[in-house]
């Protein structure tokens, strides 16, 4: 099999900052690596070997409430000698079409593709709804928009036969903190497969060797008509008690 990037689609913990991949590939041990598992409850943990390029290695642990709220915590360890400068980067792919709302104004959101030339320019409107900012992903152009936000969460509503099916992301953001993108939350939407990325990112941090850091996600899904705007999905979904 030819190395390179690989594409296994679902949810998987990156490093960032990017610019420290070789050839722009995520760190192999860690991305396409033999996860070891252990069953705890109602949840699983993933551990990584460590990696061989990086000397990090990545934990990840999955549960689910007794309401399907779904809870990820994320932590990442430096074995290696030195001190690294690092920031853990969560990637959920999800198929288009499918709208992401930011609870921030447009203006606080970048398009990428002037700092990035890989990327080509687009035709993407934002579009203002209240406190979110509406990011649509319905087509197979190729962009990236990021930002900060004004709090750490991130709706996705995304269309199917029997109406919509909200994915809301809660998160802890540090106002103060270094991210190592210049960015909370980034979206990424493809032009080869039928699916965008939601990316969302820890502050970066200086680990000594032992050192770790670790950031926590919850996830609140449910089916709502076709008919149910996105400000009254979003208010029903923080409202929701857990």
């Not at 991305?31 to 990584?48: F, L, W």
């Not at 962009?143 to 269309?159: A, P, R, S, T, W």
């Amino acid at each position: 099999q030819k190395l390179g990037f690989r594409f296994w689609g679902g949810d998987k913990t990156w490093i960032a900052p990017e610019r420290d991949w070789w050839e722009k590939i995520p760190p192999l041990q860690l991305d396409a690596g033999g996860y070891d598992r252990q069953i705890s409850g109602n949840g699983i943990k993933m551990i990584s070997p460590v990696c061989g390029e990086t000397g990090l290695q990545i934990k990840r642990t999955v549960s689910i409430s007794h309401d399907g709220t779904i809870t990820l915590d994320q932590e990442m360890t430096n074995y290696g000698h030195g001190t690294v400068c690092k920031g853990i980067w969560n990637v959920t792919q999800l198929l288009r079409p499918c709208d992401v709302y930011l609870p921030t104004k447009k203006e606080n959101i970048r398009s990428y593709h002037k700092e990035d030339p890989t990327l080509p320019d687009h035709c993407v409107v934002l579009a203002q709804e209240g406190d979110l900012t509406c990011i649509p992903c319905r087509d197979s152009q190729v962009f990236k928009f990021g930002g900060m936000i004004d709090v750490g969460q991130v709706l996705c509503l995304c269309d199917t036969p029997d109406g919509q099916v909200a994915l809301l992301k809660i998160f802890s953001v540090d106002v103060k903190g270094r991210y190592l993108h210049r960015s909370m939350i980034e979206i990424f939407n493809s032009n080869i497969h039928g699916y965008l990325e939601v990316e969302i990112h820890a502050p970066g941090a200086k680990l000594k060797s032992g050192d770790f850091m670790s950031h926590s996600q919850e996830w609140r899904l449910k089916r709502y008509p076709r008919t149910a705007g996105p400000q009254d999905i979003y208010i029903d979904l923080i409202s929701r008690r857990t």
